[in-house]
C-alpha cells in the first residue's frame, strides 16, 4: 500500500510559478508510475502529467505542455509538478496517483492511490 501526501500548493499571480511535491510512504515507490490530476469547482478530474516508473518517460495533457515538467526522486519517494506560466485556468485542487501497471494511462480509474490534494488557485 502506498500513502501519498501533496504539498506546495498556494496562492499565485498569472504568470507565476509553483513547485508541488508528493511524498509518497513505503518501499515500492520504484515500482508505481506516478501521475498528477487536478480539479476546478464543479469540474471533472482531468488529467494532468504522468510519469514512469524510472522517470524516463513523460506525457502531459495538451494545455500544459512546455509550461509544466513532471519528475521523481525515487530515492526520496517524491514526485513532482513544476508549474510556469501559469494561468487562471490552471486554478484547481491539484492530487497526486500512483498506477502499479506500465501502460501509459490518463484515467482517473486506472490510478489506485492518491493523496488528499493542494489547492492551487491563479489570479488573473
Known amino acids: 500500500q502506498v500513502q501519498l501526501v501533496e504539498s506546495g500548493g498556494g496562492l499565485v499571480q498569472t504568470g507565476g510559478s509553483l513547485r508541488l511535491s508528493c511524498a509518497a510512504s513505503?518501499?515500492?515507490?520504484?515500482?508505481?508510475?506516478m501521475g498528477w490530476f487536478r480539479q476546478a469547482p464543479g469540474k471533472e478530474r482531468e488529467f494532468v502529467a504522468r510519469?514512469?516508473?524510472?522517470?524516463?518517460?513523460?506525457y502531459y495533457t495538451d494545455s500544459v505542455k512546455g509550461r509544466f515538467t513532471i519528475s521523481r526522486d525515487n530515492a526520496r519517494n517524491t514526485v513532482f509538478l513544476q508549474m510556469n506560466s501559469l494561468k487562471p485556468e490552471d486554478t484547481a485542487v491539484y492530487y497526486c496517483?500512483?498506477?502499479?501497471?506500465?501502460?501509459?494511462?490518463?484515467?482517473?480509474?486506472?490510478?489506485?492511490?492518491w493523496g488528499q490534494g493542494t489547492q492551487v488557485t491563479v489570479s488573473s
Open positions: 510519469i514512469s516508473q524510472s522517470g524516463s518517460n513523460t
Open positions: 496517483a500512483a498506477r502499479s501497471s506500465m501502460i501509459i494511462s490518463t484515467t482517473p480509474t486506472a490510478y489506485l492511490y
Open positions: 513505503g518501499r515500492t515507490f520504484s515500482s508505481y508510475a
